[in-house]
């Protein structure tokens, strides 16, 4: 039995190709809680939520300030939002400057919850055509948590998962369907 808790993944370009061949394969019974950080322009509504919501057995929401985190549910930063992970189990959104030109950023997401979850945390930067995600995956690691990285041969956009690579040699390499199959198995007690 794994010891993981949570579920953190990171995607920018390609996002939405790649989280549609990963999400709706979850069971309905997945018992983890899942937050997605992805790089939405801040004029823009995630139109994700509700595209994936039609398409996976789970609960698909964008995340609100101070909501309690629960199993079975997959989080979405909300546009122009940093999404945080507080010690205390709740979800936190913030205003703060762009990380890596970006707000969501992923390196946010990915550091608070390693701070929160410590080795409880599992952490999976996707396709993206910048370095955001790199440093949030090596505090996963550092913390004793997971680290998966999207094989590059079947992103979008390589500069993520390469980035993430660099800093986290040790992490796993794998396909999206060897992600699905792994995030799968932790659900299975």
Do not use: W
Not at 96 to 122: C, T, W
């Amino acid at each position: 039995m794994s010891g993981a808790r949570l579920i953190v993944i990171g995607a920018s370009a390609g996002a939405v190709q790649a989280l549609l061949a990963l999400l709706p394969s979850l069971p309905a019974s997945f018992p983890l809680p899942m937050l997605v950080v992805v790089h939405v322009p801040s004029d823009r509504d995630n139109v994700l939520v509700p595209l994936l919501q039609a398409k996976c057995r789970l609960l698909v929401k964008e995340a609100e300030d101070k909501e309690p985190i629960l199993g079975g549910v997959i989080y979405f930063a909300p546009s122009d939002y940093h999404l945080l992970v507080e010690a205390e189990g709740t979800l936190a959104l913030s205003t703060d400057e762009q990380v890596n030109y970006s707000r969501p950023s992923i390196d946010v997401l990915f550091e608070s919850a390693a701070d929160a979850y410590g080795a409880g945390v599992v952490g999976v930067v996707m396709t993206g055509a910048n370095h955001d995600g790199a440093a949030g995956l090596k505090a996963v690691l550092d913390a004793g948590g997971v680290a998966i990285i999207q094989d590059r041969t079947e992103a979008y956009a390589t500069a993520m998962p390469d980035a993430a690579l660099e800093a986290c040699p040790t992490a796993f390499t794998m396909t999206l369907d060897s992600i699905a199959s792994y995030l799968s198995s932790l659900g299975a007690a």
